[in-house]
């Protein structure tokens, strides 16, 4: 039997390449909202990231997230994304 190939993505905090379902990807839809996708199936452009805060800081610190996703990512948003972080490490 062959062995199923594992999608691998990198995330755009600390750069380290990981399976897929590791990581939570943040996606811009076509109407530009950004979102939490839990799913990996949504519609739009998006962006990989560790579920840890550390990441989160680095990736809007080095403006990684708002290279991906070609978008300017406001405060209002940040502060979803941590709560949403904070809920999924518990």
């Given at each position: 039997?062959?062995k199923?190939?594992?999608?691998?993505?990198?995330c755009?905090?600390?750069?380290?390449t990981?399976?897929?379902?590791?990581?939570?990807?943040?996606?811009?839809?076509?109407?530009d909202?950004?979102?939490?996708?839990?799913?990996?199936?949504?519609s739009?452009?998006?962006?990989?990231?560790?579920?840890?805060?550390?990441?989160?800081?680095?990736?809007l610190?080095?403006?990684?997230?708002e290279?991906?996703?070609n978008?300017s990512?406001?405060?209002?948003?940040?502060?979803?994304?941590?709560?949403?972080?904070?809920?999924q490490?518990?």
């Open positions: 039997m062959k199923k190939k594992i999608p691998m993505r990198m755009v905090g600390c750069k380290n990981k399976a897929k379902k590791e990581l939570i990807r943040i996606v811009r839809t076509p109407d909202k950004l979102e939490i996708d839990k799913t990996g199936k949504k739009g452009r998006g962006a990989y990231i560790c579920p840890t805060q550390d990441c989160l800081e680095k990736a610190k080095n403006k990684g997230l290279k991906s996703l978008r990512i406001d405060d209002e948003i940040t502060e979803q994304l941590k709560k949403e972080l904070m809920e490490e518990e």
